[in-house]
């Protein structure tokens, strides 16, 4: 679907699962079509251990482009079973996200502690095939973080990590690559993704044309809040809010406290 269709239906979603309307909720879009929009409910999300429950911001849906409201039950018990399927495929992909969401987890507590930077490498270089399949033993990614904080919602740091994991999913990229990709940790209210990024690979480049290719190849917030600010700006309660912020690519162990401090100097 067009991003402004999608923005429109997440948005709507999002808005009436805050006011508890009973789904599906339908709507009628720019380009006069109608859609049905059910809800689909897995069991977990995110968490240190996979079994946070789900927040309805971080909720998938199945956008049918007809109107539902006349529907026989019969067509109705149809379009939940497809709900279902989806839900525990959703389940899966949570579960086998348990990996990733550990090693983020362990490179962020040491950064915080300050341990020394060829611990951290250890660990990037352990962290490094799991989040970009096929990486060569002698390449190294760089990195770049996000963090995230969710104010005035129950749950805080789990639904921040839980959110977190779905927005950093590009709709449109296809198959189960992107999400493979994402590593979010959480630590007290406060979620941090740490995000692989493949090293430029002209070796003619010169030093400042590498960075320069880095940062071009990185997420870039403004794109981020863009995609995301309207849909979540419906769905969080009226003392809510969610703040963002995204580092500088960096190719180094020695600088990823660097980038942390920078996101969250970028999210304040």
């Known amino acids: 679907l067009?991003?402004?269709?999608?923005t429109r239906l997440a948005g709507?979603?999002?808005?009436a699962r805050r006011a508890g309307r009973r789904g599906?909720?339908?709507l009628t879009a720019a380009d006069g079509v109608t859609y049905s929009l059910f809800p689909i409910r897995g069991g977990?999300?995110?968490g240190d251990t996979g079994d946070t429950p789900a927040?309805?911001?971080a909720d998938w849906l199945l956008a049918v482009a007809a109107d539902a409201g006349d529907w026989p039950d019969e067509r109705l018990d149809l379009l939940h079973g497809v709900t279902q399927l989806i839900a525990v495929e959703r389940d899966r992909r949570d579960a086998a996200g348990t990996v990733r969401r550990q090693l983020a987890q362990e490179v962020l507590e040491l950064v915080q502690a300050g341990a020394p930077s060829a611990e951290v490498a250890a660990r990037l270089r352990v962290a490094a095939p799991v989040l970009l399949p096929g990486l060569g033993s002698g390449d190294a990614p760089h990195w770049q973080v996000v963090v995230a904080r969710l104010e005035g919602e129950p749950g805080d740091g789990p639904v921040a990590q839980a959110l977190l994991e779905e927005i950093l999913v590009d709709p449109r990229s296809a198959g189960a690559g992107p999400s493979d990709r994402i590593a979010v940790a959480h630590t007290g209210d406060e979620a941090v993704a740490l995000l692989p990024l493949p090293a430029p690979t002209d070796t003619d480049a010169d030093a400042a044309s590498t960075e320069v290719a880095g940062h071009e190849a990185g997420l870039h917030a403004d794109a981020l809040l863009a995609a995301v600010g309207e849909p979540l700006a419906r769905g969080l309660g009226d003392d809510a809010r969610l703040t963002l912020g995204v580092s500088a690519p960096v190719h180094s162990a020695e600088a990823l406290r660097g980038a942390l401090e920078e996101a969250r100097h970028a999210r304040r």
Not at 2 to 6: E, L, S, T
């Open 2 to 6: 067009p991003q402004p269709v999608r």
């Open 44 to 46: 977990t999300s995110g």
């Open 24 to 26: 599906p909720h339908r």
């Open 12 to 15: 709507e979603h999002l808005a």
């Open 55 to 57: 927040s309805p911001l």
